[in-house]
């Protein structure tokens, strides 16, 4: 038994339990993957939004060359200088203030006298002619080119040949955009020109998703204005002014190579450009930007939106975005950074599908373990049964064995006429016991085999059974008053009209009427009891002897129970009398059943329907 138990549980219910164990690891490594996906194809948006930026700043400072370029068409460099700003800002649309610098690093515009006139002008001047006219170092942001992305302009800059890197080639090493983590090498090197590099900064947004890089990846210098401009044709440097964002567009003519123009725009007074941004961005979605389950936005080196697509009139908590990506050097500190509508959309998905797997893997075990259950209950009832049988084998032989010796044993006394003539009818009425004993053993254990291979059939016609009892009783009460018993029959009145096998019935009586002998103890009494319930004939057999114990009431109908161990009571048998009566009973359409009797012993029930008696 404990075998199979074992056996269920190393075979059945450990691999289960690890089968369940494995899925649901593999369901959250799925999520984790899920997850990473969802990041990546989320950053591959705000990247869009970043290069979509860079795009932007690229195109303007494309328009000012362009704009220097007509410029120079026009009139003659060094006339132009004198008063680019005034020209600049007529051809221009952008409120940028144009400056043109000699080779000193001296300002030929804007002139003293546009500062008078203009305080913008004027400030300007206070905050920037030191550095652009050589004059001191500052905390910038130089662009590569090459990286101000949209390529088809970087590659129309270059057919132009207006494109350049830096000639000091500090950046150069950095191939990748940094805000594409960079890998530290790509620093420029501490003692190059720009040996002031600028300690890395914190973002100032914090990604949601894992392995975002808390250090902003876009790389500044203190340097001089004349670093850039003097081996370089063209470029951008990005510096913060009173924390205010300012772009340096600068250009050194092929025509003037002596000679820089320039202007500078504030970042803040680009709110025009922005909206824009995102067009690509949601079309290169796929979905029309519709029912996105997104918001992109454009955050400023303060964190807060300059631009929102799309624009739902929410809140977000602006420095935890989902994911974000630096524009790089083109608008230092900025972010292009993406917000989830529904944050809690992607985690109550992994949690659903989690729960579902749970749900499955919990029924599946709990199938498992019925199924085990019922596997394991058929096993060890088998195993019983099979004890039973063996039981059974050694009951019958003994059971055969007993009167046959007797038989055997007065036949040999008779035959060799060793005993008194008045001992022989006494001699005889033994074995005529004894062969009815062994007749009634045979015919149980036949009966029950052929009711089992369903080859007995039942030879049913309606009878009185009260006729059959009266024929029946008389040789069943001489016997058992031999045995020592009083026995007695409580008849109801006359007829018990039933449709029934009548040797058949006699069996399951003869059956309960030897049991009640059989198991009848020491108050050696049994009543055949018999009355109509209802439309039910109801025959009672009981005793007085050691009764069934308790709880075994229903078991002792199943073929080779005994509730009384040969060896244990001293009583043998073949467990096979009670299963034959409930047989038969049950062929009539009736019940059987044993209580125990108030007083001590047992009462068995057999209860038959009443045929309709015919008019
Ligand atoms: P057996 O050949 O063992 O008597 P049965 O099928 O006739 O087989 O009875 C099954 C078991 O029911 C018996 O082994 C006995 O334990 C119990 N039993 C049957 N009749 C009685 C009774 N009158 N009193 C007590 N126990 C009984």
């Known amino acids: 038994m404990k075998k199979s138990f074992l056996v269920l549980l190393l075979a059945v219910l450990l691999p289960s339990l690890l089968l369940g164990f494995l899925a649901l690891r593999n369901v959250q490594e799925q999520q984790i993957v899920l997850e990473r996906r969802t990041a990546e194809l989320y950053q591959q948006q705000t990247d869009k939004v970043a290069t979509s930026a860079r795009s932007l700043i690229s195109e303007q400072r494309h328009a000012f060359a362009e704009t220097l370029r007509q410029l120079l068409a026009e009139e003659n460099a060094t006339v132009l200088a004198s008063h680019f700003t005034a020209r600049l800002r007529t051809r221009w649309n952008q409120p940028a203030i144009g400056f043109a610098l000699d080779e000193a690093g001296h300002f030929l515009s804007p002139t003293l006298q546009d500062a008078a006139a203009a305080p913008k002008i004027r400030q300007f001047l206070q905050e920037n002619s030191a550095f652009l006219g050589g004059k001191a170092t500052a905390p910038v942001y130089p662009v590569i080119l090459e990286e101000l992305n949209r390529p088809e302009l970087t590659q129309r800059s270059r057919a132009n040949g207006t494109s350049q890197t830096y000639g000091k080639k500090a950046f150069d090493n950095a191939n990748n955009y940094p805000s594409k983590a960079a890998p530290k090498e790509a620093l420029p090197p501490k003692n190059g020109p720009f040996d002031n590099v600028l300690p890395s900064q914190q973002r100032n947004v914090v990604p949601q998703q894992q392995n975002a890089p808390a250090e902003s990846q876009v790389y500044g210098a203190n340097a001089e204005f004349r670093e850039f401009t003097a081996e370089g044709n063209e470029g951008v440097v990005n510096r913060f002014v009173q924390d205010r964002l300012n772009m340096i567009f600068w250009v050194r003519p092929f025509t003037a190579r002596q000679l820089v123009f320039g202007c500078l725009l504030r970042a803040e007074d680009l709110q025009g450009l922005w909206p824009g941004l995102f067009d690509a961005t949601l079309r290169g979605a796929g979905d029309d930007g519709q ?279 001293g009583i043998s048998g073949t467990g096979l009398g009670l299963a034959l009566a409930k047989r038969i009973v049950h062929e009539h359409g009736g019940e059987i059943f044993c209580q125990p009797r108030p007083g001590g012993g047992s009462h068995f029930t057999v209860r038959l329907p009443l045929a309709r008696l015919d008019p």
């Not at 199924?371 to 059974?392: E, N, S």
């Not at 006429?417 to 015919?443: D, S």
């Not at 009494?525 to 439309?535: A, F, N, P």
Request: hydrophobic share 40%.
């Open 291 to 569: 029912a996105a389950d997104f918001v992109l936005a454009l955050l400023d080196d303060k964190g807060q939106p300059v631009a929102i697509s799309p624009a739902d009139g929410r809140t977000y908590e602006w420095k935890k975005p989902f994911v974000a990506s630096e524009i790089g050097e083109a608008l230092p500190h900025w972010e292009a950074a993406l917000y989830l509508r529904n944050p809690e959309q992607l985690q109550a998905s992994a949690r659903r599908q989690q729960r579902s797997l749970y749900l499955l893997i919990g029924c599946a075990l709990v199938a498992i373990a019925l199924g085990g259950g019922v596997v394991f209950r058929d096993t060890r009832r088998q195993l019983v049964l099979a004890q039973q049988k063996t039981d059974f084998v050694s009951n019958v032989s003994h059971e055969l064995k007993t009167p046959l010796t007797s038989i055997r044993m007065f036949a040999e006394i008779l035959h060799g006429g060793r005993t008194a003539p008045e001992r022989q009818p006494e001699y005889l009425r033994i074995m005529l016991v004894e062969a009815e004993r062994l007749t009634r053993l045979i015919n149980n254990v036949l009966d029950f085999s052929r009711l089992d291979r369903r080859e007995r059939r039942l030879q049913k016609r309606a009878l009185d059974l009260h006729e059959v009892l009266e024929r029946f009783w008389p040789g069943c009460e001489f016997h058992l008053h031999e045995a020592g018993f009083t026995a007695r029959w409580e008849s109801a009145p006359p007829p018990y009209p039933i449709v029934g096998d009548e040797d058949a019935l006699t069996q399951v009586l003869v059956n309960l009427l030897a049991n009640a002998e059989k198991y009848g103890g020491d108050r050696k009494e049994v009543i055949l009891r018999s009355h109509l319930e209802d439309r039910f004939l109801c025959l009672g057999v009981l005793d007085r002897g050691i009764g069934v114990p308790g709880g075994e009431e229903g078991k002792i109908f199943e073929p080779f129970y005994r509730a009384h161990d040969s060896l244990a009571s």
